[in-house]
């Protein structure tokens, strides 16, 4: 009875579902190109690229670099000289600028605000005052003229565009071009553990990382920063597991012991994660150290 | 002789007889098994004053002992398979039964022709002396043979994943894994591979080539409202955005974009989810917007709300287990709803989870709805339902551990113990109990007597900046630990936690760090205090395995245990902890168990391998007795079998059987 109850229940709802469909179906019309994919750029220039990857699709393309092609054909299509750039022109090399903005090529967005600025007719202002912003940025994110002759001059140079970026997070933090700014001073304290980590002591490259992940608490890259921690302390392991096999002094086990435990935490923390990527990262490190922890367990004499 | 007798007495006057022969037997054939004392002292004396590395020969001879015993160990695993087959057919078992055990015996056989485990290990012995080009002609014969079925067995697997990438299209892997296989020049596979060669070269042709794909010229066409609308909307000027455009589908979702992000939701999203509904491009972006969760939160936090309660359902019935994987349509689903479906769970658990969740105790971990419900509150706080919501979200917000938030305080992290398990380096503490202190065994030293005062047992470990305790003299240390280490070596300890070898390990490393001028420190620790009822009700309704003291709880799926150990000292020990206690002489278990039909209890003990119990069971008294036979006598290896004596309310009956150990 419940069995043919079932059925018949099936059969109704597809039924229904069949006619709903027929009834809401609308003809198709004629799709506009720029104004749909204004409002697709529109949508995604309300993610916040410091904070979240929602603008990073599943196979890892970027919905700003898929927007910039688009915007790039239509203007192949157009094909127009500058001097003869109408409205329409002038709104596809403004979105063409918003996406460069936010792939963070800003000396092509300068060039792109300026191009729409110059023409003193539609989105004119708009783009004149994000030319400036985006001036700024180019400024600050510029290569360096020359190659730094030391480690020193390395760390020199990282800490004064960290302090630059910070300044343009004070100044833009709460605009669209904050999560930009974060960004780029993300990568370079980034970059500052690096070289701590190479040139400085284990320690200090620890306290480096600490203050990495205390800086971008909401950062997208909080995971990978927890990862970073955690290859640090259980670099410090290893160090302290090389002490052991050349018996060069006294093999601090506490010391090890405490290193391999803040490893472990930091890849559990990490592997807690929602992006599967990053979690699966963390979990394979937690099996590589427990592996060479045995290993190393073994030649404790 | 005892038919005036009860039948309870019977069976144990049988038991008692039955257990006196066994201690006869066992008394004439322990010593039996006479060491050959003298012969491998020689060998150590001779060992010792060799200094010469090891020789390719000896190498050879180490590689080759260490396959001969793993082909002693598939022997006798054939051996004891014919034995229980010869059994069956002596005992007159059911011809399945013999069917059975003689497709278990051709399986064994069958698998023989596999390569020994230890391969990779003896093969780590020869690879050294082949490496610097040894001219043993035996080592070499030896590395030539396993190193032929490794190669065999490498080259196979690569021309598996060949034309496993071919079939799939992944041609450049293929190639690569070919590549491996001729590389690896296998004789056996060399067909094979010219096979898969052939089939991948005619899959590759079989695909067309990609011609220049000839470019169209591009056209663009722009309506005149286009680039105002366009421009509106990327100025963020939405009020005028709202007044441009046509009716056109396009215009129609620009300007309702324009109207979300103006603030006005919900008119917007009804409008998204009406274009959504379209074939084109615009309801694929219109479907787009619909399905931000910022965007559409409404339906998302129903969505969400949806499978919650599911799940939620789900782990009223069958814990974790269930809410994790009982949407899961495969052999771990079906484990999940197997396990729930206990009459135990059902009667107890169930009912438990079901009031503790009332309460908010129980909830199954869930970002998405944490974050969809934020979203909903925040964008629809005046909706009929959204006091509720707000209300358990506050609650749940407050006691959740988000991950991001997990070791902060004051804006710093703190990373935790790890809850990954890993044994440190540092000799973790060692727990002697109150009988092995007090005996013979270990020096009386006043800092472990004082420690010992009202205690338990006594806990001694390397100083660290957090220890408490007394610090022990450095001498008594070294004593201490040289001669718990001689007991343990003569195994006369018993070991909690881990293995005798360990534990010397253990004791070895404390003893190393103290000549390194680290100290001992010795802490009392208190007599457990178990709080009985709350351990059975956690047994009980949990289904926790428990301890209170020397009794321990555990449910299985349809009965409920209690088991009190005796002899030993009731010790508890805790992780990460080696537990030295004294070897009682005579060791056992009393238990009790419960089911929905009948109560069990009686007494289980060995002595030298023999095991004895006696107990009640389905309202009769019982006894059982095995004696290992065949381990007194040191055939354990060939002829596995056991006496076993069954003793029961009318007949005593008398059996071998094979060690299922074995």
């Known amino acids: ?301 | 002789m005892f038919a005036d007798r009860d039948k309870p007495t019977r069976v144990g006057i049988r038991a008692l007889v039955v257990a006196a022969l066994v201690g006869l037997i066992v008394l004439i054939f322990n010593g039996s098994a006479a060491a050959e004392e003298r012969e491998q002292i020689e060998a150590a004396a001779r060992t010792l004053s060799e200094r010469e590395p090891m020789t390719p020969a000896e190498r050879v001879e180490v590689a080759e002992s260490k396959i001969g015993a793993e082909r002693k160990e598939r022997i006798l695993r054939a051996h004891s398979r014919l034995l229980e087959i010869g059994w069956q057919v002596l005992t007159q078992a059911s011809p399945r039964r013999v069917l059975s055990e003689s497709r278990d015996l051709v399986k064994e056989l069958w698998s023989w022709r596999k390569p020994y485990k230890v391969e990779g290990e003896a093969l780590e012995w020869l690879e050294p002396a082949v490496a610097v080009s040894s001219a043993d002609p035996e080592l070499i014969r030896l590395y030539t043979k396993m190193h032929a079925r490794e190669v065999k067995e490498t080259s196979h697997a690569a021309l598996d994943q060949a034309e496993a990438a071919a079939s799939r299209g992944h041609f450049e892997h293929a190639d690569a894994r070919l590549r491996r296989v001729f590389e690896l020049n296998s004789d056996a596979d060399t067909e094979r591979a010219q096979e898969v060669a052939t089939r991948l070269s005619e899959l590759r042709n079989s695909v067309p080539a990609i011609s220049a794909v000839a470019e169209a010229p591009l056209e663009l066409a722009v309506a005149d409202w286009e680039a105002p609308l366009s421009a509106a909307l990327l100025a963020g000027q939405y009020d005028r955005a709202l007044e441009l455009g046509t009716d056109e589908p396009s215009a129609v979702l620009a300007r309702e974009a324009a109207r979300y992000l103006l603030g006005d939701l919900e008119p917007a999203v009804r409008s998204f989810e009406e274009l959504g509904e379209r074939e084109d491009r615009v309801g694929e972006l219109a479907r787009g917007w619909s399905r931000r969760p910022d965007v559409n939160a409404q339906r998302q936090f129903e969505l969400e709300s949806r499978g919650y309660q599911f799940t939620r359902m789900l782990g009223w019935i069958g814990g974790t287990q269930l809410a994790n994987n009982g949407r899961a349509l495969s052999s771990r689903g079906y484990r999940a709803w197997r396990d729930s479906l206990t009459p135990f769970n059902v009667a107890l658990s169930m009912p438990t989870r079901i009031y503790k969740d009332v309460y908010r105790d129980w909830r199954p971990e869930n970002e998405d709805l944490y974050d969809a419900a934020f979203e909903y509150v925040a964008q629809f706080p005046d909706a009929s339902d959204s006091d509720d919501t707000r209300a358990w979200l506050a609650e749940s917000v407050r006691t959740r551990t988000d991950w991001r938030s997990r070791g902060w305080s004051d804006g710093h992290l703190t990373l935790d113990s790890p809850s990954t398990r890993f044994q440190p380096m540092t000799p973790e503490p060692v727990l002697l109990s109150r009988e092995l202190i007090e005996s013979e065994r270990v020096s009386d030293v006043a800092e472990l007597q004082s420690a010992l005062a009202g205690a338990g047992a006594v806990q001694i470990e390397l100083e660290t900046n957090q220890s408490e305790g007394e610090p022990l003299p450095w001498r008594s240390s070294l004593t201490l630990l040289a001669e718990l280490a001689s007991v343990l070596e003569d195994r006369q300890l018993r070991v909690i936690g881990v293995d005798n070898a360990r534990a010397i390990d253990h004791l070895r490393r404390l003893e190393s760090h103290v000549r390194s001028g680290r100290r001992l420190m010795v802490e009392s620790v208190p007599v457990e205090a178990p709080s009985l009822v709350s351990r059975l009700a956690g047994t009980v309704f949990e289904g926790t395995s428990e301890r209170a003291g020397a009794l321990r709880f555990s449910r299985g799926e349809e009965e409920f245990y209690a088991l009190r150990e005796f002899g030993g000292s009731h010790l508890h020990c805790p992780d990460n902890t080696v537990c030295l206690d004294e070897n009682p002489a005579l060791s056992g278990t009393f238990y009790g168990k419960v089911d929905l039909e009948d109560l069990d209890v009686g007494v289980q003990t060995s002595f030298h391998r023999a095991y004895f119990s006696l107990g009640v069971n389905n309202g009769l008294p019982n006894a059982s007795l095995v004696l290992p036979i065949a381990y007194w006598m040191g055939l354990a290896d060939w002829v596995p079998l056991e006496a076993q004596v069954a003793i029961g309310v009318d007949a005593i009956s008398f059996g071998p059987r094979l060690n299922p150990q074995h």
């Not at chain 1, 393309?61 to 092609?69: D, G, H, S, T």
């Not at chain 1, 410090?236 to 090389?242: P, T």
């Open chain 1, 1 to 301: 009875m419940a069995c043919l109850r079932g059925t018949l229940l099936i059969g109704a709802s597809v039924f229904l579902g069949a006619c709903a469909g027929s009834q809401t179906s609308p003809p198709p019309t004629q799709a506009r190109p720029l104004t749909l994919q204004v409002a697709e750029l529109q949508m995604h220039l309300r993610n916040d690229t410091y904070r979240s990857v929602a603008h990073i699709g599943p196979d890892g393309e970027n919905v700003f670099e898929q927007a910039l092609f688009a915007f790039e054909r239509m203007q192949t299509a157009r094909n127009l000289d500058y001097d003869n750039w109408g409205d329409e022109d002038i709104v596809i090399e403004y979105a063409r600028a918003r996406a460069l903005e936010k792939l963070r090529r800003y000396p092509e967005a300068v060039a792109a605000y300026a191009r729409v600025a110059q023409k003193g007719s539609l989105l004119a202002n708009e783009a004149l005052e994000a030319r400036d912003v985006m001036r700024r940025f180019a400024l600050e994110g510029a290569p360096a003229e020359r190659p730094s002759s030391s480690p020193e001059e390395d760390l020199a140079r990282i800490e004064a565009r960290i302090a630059a970026w910070d300044e343009l997070i004070e100044t833009y933090g709460s605009s669209s071009f904050g999560p930009l700014a974060r960004e780029e001073a993300e990568a370079w304290e980034i970059l500052r553990v690096e070289l701590y980590g190479r040139f400085k002591s284990a320690d200090e490259a620890v306290a480096a990382c600490n203050r990495l992940i205390e800086r971008n608490r909401d950062s997208k890259l909080y995971p990978e920063h927890l990862i970073r921690l955690g290859d640090l302390h259980a670099e410090n392991a290893r160090r302290e597991s090389l002490v052991l096999r050349t018996q060069q002094r006294t093999f601090d086990a506490q010391r090890y012991d405490r290193s391999i435990g803040a490893a472990l935490a930091a890849y559990e923390l990490a592997a807690e994660a929602r992006r599967d990527g990053v979690r699966r990262q963390a979990q394979t490190r937690i099996s590589t150290l427990l592996a060479d922890h045995e290993g190393v367990r073994a030649h404790v004499r």
